[in-house]
T-cell receptor
Framework: NAGVMQNPRHLVRRRGQEARLRCSPMKGHSHVYWYRQLPEEGLKFMVYLQKENIIDESGMPKERFSAEFPKEGPSILRIQQVVRGDSAAYFC????????????????FGPGTRLTVL | AQSVTQLDSHVSVSEGTPVLLRCNYSSSYSPSLFWYVQHPNKGLQLLLKYTSAATLVKGINGFEAEFKKSETSFHLTKPSAHMSDAAEYFCVVSPTGFQKLVFGTGTRLLVSP
């Protein structure tokens, strides 16, 4: 069973361009999470998605950032008009369907995409 | 709000000596707590988790952590370090019933021969 896949692993963009980061969850997982890691910092939650639904986007910047997890295909994190401050490692994680009310499902992390904005 | 504080940004040990990575948490609820490890250019791997069962939690690769509510701590320990343990370690908290993970800033463990 392949793990969480992210591509590209490294992405270089010039200021003002668009960045698209892809995440394929583990087989059988229907929940996807995106986290951002700035240099010398821990990971910060951005967004939590299920198929075709955004469940929690409380960590997403208000502008230029968007995420989707379509019925078919990978989850996409899209950053429009990138700026130097967007340079970071972006990690995707997935988990299987959650059992309510409070059991925890382990999140399995991908290797990350390292975005560099010139 | 939930948060974790990792008290040391770097810890250096010699191979074969004990490891102690410190973590304090802040939580209004009964939290779930985790330790993740990140090897260079790799994704994060779950070492262990505390979810209000036994306060002493055993994880993979000989690591364990003890949940101490009175001290709001969740320190990670290992009796004998191995060279392969050199990595970045993150203490993580999750509010009960929520999927969002809140990460500490990480502790880089260096292991010398």
């Amino acid at each position: 069973n392949a793990g969480v896949m992210q591509n590209p692993r490294h992405l270089v963009r010039r200021r003002g361009q668009e960045a698209r980061l892809r995440c394929s969850p583990m087989k059988g997982h229907s929940h996807v999470y995106w986290y951002r890691q700035l240099p010398e910092e821990g990971l910060k939650f951005m967004v939590y998605l299920q198929k075709e639904n955004i469940i929690d986007e409380s960590g997403m910047p208000k502008e230029r950032f968007s995420a989707e997890f379509p019925k078919e295909g990978p989850s996409i994190l899209r950053i429009q008009q990138v700026v130097r401050g967007d340079s970071a490692a972006y990690f995707c994680a997935s988990s299987p369907s959650r059992t309510y009310p409070s059991s925890y499902n382990e999140q399995f992390f991908g290797p990350g995409t390292r975005l560099t904005v010139l | 709000a939930q948060s974790v504080t990792q008290l040391d940004s770097h810890v250096s040990v010699s191979e074969g000596t004990p490891v102690l990575l410190r973590c304090n948490y802040s939580s209004s609820y009964s939290p779930s707590l985790f330790w993740y490890v990140q090897h260079p250019n790799k994704g994060l791997q779950l070492l262990l988790k505390y979810t209000s069962a036994a306060t002493l939690v055993k994880g993979i690769n000989g690591f364990e952590a003890e949940f101490k509510k009175s001290e709001t701590s969740f320190h990670l320990t290992k009796p004998s370090a191995h060279m392969s343990d050199a990595a970045e370690y993150f203490c993580v908290v999750s509010p009960t019933g929520f999927q969002k993970l809140v990460f500490g800033t990480g502790t880089r463990l260096l292991v010398s021969p």
